[in-house]
């Protein structure tokens, strides 16, 4: 158990609705990743935020959004959904903004239909 | 942009043998981290190597990392039916904040 929660496990919509997956970092830590992983395109890094503020963008589509709240949760949301988004979501966390072993919660599996 | 590389794709040994799985990437790094991936759960860290650093232990793994070909290697000894599993290499650069995966690599223990 890496202390990393992810909520929910196992999701299942429609196309064009609007999800929102949900992440609560190891106590103390102040970053928080979220990553997408896919047959196709593998483990991908989405965005990070550290200590509320965004740190850095990967290949986040436009359609998705995340924010990092004050109790240092984060949620990702994920709208327009399209049959492509179908993938597992991670959420990561580390203790530093940088160089830091990152541990990953169990993965939200997103399925669009 | 840079990204780990694993290599071989896919291992399968028999329970007591060494796996050895190798990484390349493309360009500087701060670290480069090993994860493991049990059938579609979450990665679990095993270790992490500094670019100033050649080699490391942690348990039964031994990973060693060569800046100047840009690759590393992940040496699991005497191998485990619970060792089976995906292993995911990843590479942070230097100010980027975000680690670059492999495709991971595949191995069977076979009891």
């Known amino acids: 158990d890496s202390g990393v929660t992810q909520t929910p496990k196992h999701l299942i919509t429609a196309t064009g609705q609007r999800v929102t997956l949900r992440c609560s970092p190891r106590s103390g830590d102040l970053s ?33 959004s995340a924010q990092q709240f004050p109790d240092l949760h984060s949620e990702l949301n994920l709208s327009s959904l399209e049959l492509g988004d179908s993938a597992l979501y991670f959420c ?22 | 942009s840079q990204q780990g590389e694993e ?32 059938s579609g759960r979450g990665l679990v860290h095993l270790i992490l190597i500094r670019s100033n650093e050649r080699e490391k232990h942690s348990g039964r793994l031994r990973v060693t990392l060569d800046t ?44």
């Not at chain 1, 047959?39 to 998705?64: C, M, P, S, T």
């Open chain 1, 92 to 113: 990561a966390s580390s203790a530093g903004d940088t160089y830091n072993e990152q541990f990953f919660g169990p993965g939200t599996r997103l399925t669009v239909l």
């Open chain 1, 32 to 64: 928080v990743y979220w990553y997408q992983q896919s047959l196709d395109q593998g483990l991908q890094f989405l965005i990070q935020y550290y200590n509320g503020e965004e740190r850095a963008k990967g290949n986040i589509l436009e359609r998705f």
């Open chain 2, 7 to 38: 290599d071989p794709q896919a291992l399968s040994i028999q329970e007591g043998e060494n796996a050895t799985m190798n990484c390349s990437y493309k360009t500087s790094i701060n670290n480069l981290q090993w994860y493991r991936q049990n």
């Open chain 2, 68 to 111: 100047s070909k840009k690759s590393s290697s992940l040496l699991i000894t005497a191998s485990r039916a619970a060792d089976t599993a995906s292993y995911f290499c990843a590479t942070e650069g230097y100010g980027n904040n975000r680690l670059a995966f492999g495709k991971g690599n595949q191995v069977v223990v076979i009891p």
